[in-house]
C-alpha cells in the first residue's frame, strides 16, 4: 500500500510518501529530516492530533474559553472529546494551564485551558 501526506512534524512541510506490505515494514521516502520518517510511520499506524477548541463561560466579556489537549490524541477519539468539549459550561475565574477534563478516556493525555479569566 501506499500514503502521500505532508508532514506537519517542523515547519518544512516535506510531501512524504509511505509504502508498507506489512506493518512492521513501512518505508518513508521524501522526508528531509528523521522527524519525516517518524511521523510517516506513525501516521500509518496510529495516527494521532492535537485538539484546540472552545468552551462556554460564564463571562461577561468573554462567551468562550480557548482549550487544547497536552499532547496528541487518537484520531479515532476525536470526536467523541469533541462531544464532551462542547457539553461544558465552566464558572469564571479559570486560570491559564486550569485542567479541564484529566486523563482523556485513559490517553494519559489531559484538556486545559489556554487563557486566563478573571471575574
Known amino acids: 500500500m501506499k500514503k502521500d501526506m505532508i508532514c506537519i512534524s517542523c515547519p518544512m512541510g516535506c510531501r512524504i510518501s509511505a509504502e ?14 528523521q522527524r519525516g520518517i517518524i511521523y510517516g510511520k506513525e501516521e500509518i499506524l496510529s495516527p494521532r492530533r492535537v485538539v484546540t ?24 477519539k476525536i470526536d467523541s472529546l469533541l462531544n464532551k468539549i462542547y457539553k461544558i459550561h465552566l ?8 485542567i479541564i ?11 486545559i485551558a489556554t487563557r486566563s479569566v478573571k471575574t
Do not use: F
Open 53 to 76: 477548541a472552545t468552551i462556554n463561560i460564564n463571562s461577561s466579556w468573554l462567551g468562550r474559553l480557548p482549550v487544547m489537549t497536552t499532547g496528541p490524541v487518537p484520531k479515532g
Open 91 to 98: 464558572d469564571i475565574p479559570i486560570v491559564r494551564d486550569d
Open 101 to 111: 477534563i484529566k486523563n482523556i478516556e485513559n490517553t494519559g493525555i489531559d484538556l
Open 20 to 33: 508498507w506490505e506489512t506493518e512492521s515494514d513501512i518505508t518513508v521516502t521524501g522526508n528531509k529530516c
